[in-house]
C-alpha cells in the first residue's frame, strides 16, 4: 500500500503528461484551439463513418536533421556539463568542510546551504543581473572603488556565457553540496586512520578511500545539476539573451511565440529520452555491479 503512493504520484505527474505531450509531437500544426490536429478522426461519406489514425514525424524529422535545433541542443550539454563540473569543483570542498566541521555547527551551515531557497528564484536571477550590470552594476561600481578597473574600462560580464555560468551554479550549487554532505557525514573516519598508521598521505588516502566512498553522492549530484541545467530558460533569457542558442529558449520559441505546439512537444520528447535512456542504462549497470560483487 505504501509502494502505491509514490507509483501513483509518478503515474498522474509524470506518465499522464508525457503521454499528452508525445501524442501532440505526432500531430500537426493547426490554427484553431488547441493549434495542433488530433490523431484520431472521424470521417462521413454519407453512408458509413470511418476511423482514420495520422501519425506525425515530420517534427521528429525537423528536430534532428535542422541545425539550428541540433547546436541549441549540443550547446546546452554543453552549458549544463561546464556547470556541473564547477558546480562539483565548489561544492566537493564545501560538503567535507561542512562534514567534518564540529556536530554542534553543523545545522547552522546546512541551514546556510538551503537558505537561498527561502527566495524566490528569479529575485536571486535578477539579483545577479544589478551586481553584474556594466554600468551602475555593484560588482564593477565596487571594483572601480578600490582602483583595481579604470572607470572608464568597466568589466563586461552580463549578457556573455560567464554570466550564464555564474547563475546557473549558484542557482544549483545546493544541489550538488547537499547529496554529498549527506554522503560524506556518514563516512567512517576509522577507515582514514587506519590509512594513517599504515603510512599512507592524506592526499592519497583522500584520493584512494574519501572519494570512492562519496561516489554515491557525486554522481546524485551530477544528476541533479545537469538534468535541469539542459533545459535551463530563465537564467539564459535573463541574464544573456540572444548571445546564447539554449534549448530551453528555442522550446520556448516554439512553443509561445510560434505557437507551434506539435513540433516544441517533439523538441520535448527528444530532450527527455537524452536525459532520461543513459540514467536508466547507468542504473542498471550499478544494479548489475551490485550483483556482481555480491
Request: proline share 6%; with cysteine.
Amino acid at each position: 500500500m505504501v509502494i502505491a503512493i509514490p507509483y501513483t504520484f509518478l503515474f498522474v505527474f509524470f506518465l499522464v503528461p508525457f503521454l499528452i505531450v508525445l501524442k501532440i509531437s505526432f500531430s500537426e500544426t493547426a490554427l484553431a484551439i488547441p493549434p495542433y490536429t488530433d490523431l484520431v478522426e472521424i470521417l462521413d461519406d454519407g453512408f458509413d463513418y470511418y476511423l482514420t489514425f495520422k501519425l506525425n514525424l515530420i517534427n521528429y524529422w525537423t528536430v534532428l536533421s535542422e541545425d539550428t535545433y541540433v547546436r541549441a541542443y549540443l550547446n546546452s550539454a554543453k552549458i549544463a556539463a561546464i556547470s556541473t563540473a564547477l558546480c562539483l569543483l565548489i561544492g566537493f570542498p564545501m560538503a567535507y568542510a561542512m562534514a567534518r566541521a564540529s556536530e554542534s555547527i553543523r545545522p547552522m551551515l546546512l541551514m546556510l546551504v538551503i537558505l537561498p531557497f527561502w527566495t524566490s528564484f528569479l529575485i536571486r536571477v535578477y539579483a545577479w543581473i544589478v551586481i553584474l550590470k556594466t554600468e551602475g552594476g555593484l560588482l564593477n561600481t565596487m571594483l572601480i572603488a578600490l582602483g583595481i578597473i579604470p572607470p572608464d574600462e568597466p568589466l563586461r560580464i552580463l549578457s556573455t556565457e560567464w554570466a550564464m555560468y555564474i547563475g546557473i551554479v549558484y542557482s544549483y550549487l545546493p544541489f550538488m553540496v547537499l547529496p554529498l554532505y549527506a554522503n560524506l557525514e556518514k563516512m567512517d573516519l576509522s577507515l582514514l586512520e587506519a590509512a594513517a598508521d599504515l603510512g599512507c598521505r592524506p592526499t592519497k588516502a583522500f584520493w584512494s578511500i574519501t572519494v570512492p566512498l562519496a561516489m554515491p553522492g557525486v554522481i546524485a549530484g551530477c544528476f541533479l545539476v545537469f538534468i535541469p541545467a539542459v533545459g535551463e530558460y530563465v537564467i539564459p533569457e535573463l541574464m544573456v539573451g540572444d548571445n546564447v542558442r539554449v534549448i530551453g529558449r528555442k522550446l520556448f520559441t516554439d512553443f509561445a511565440s510560434e505557437r507551434n505546439w506539435p513540433l516544441a512537444s517533439a523538441v520535448s520528447v527528444i530532450l527527455l529520452a537524452i536525459l532520461v535512456v543513459p540514467i536508466v542504462l547507468f542504473q542498471r549497470q550499478q544494479a548489475r555491479l551490485q550483483e556482481a560483487g555480491q
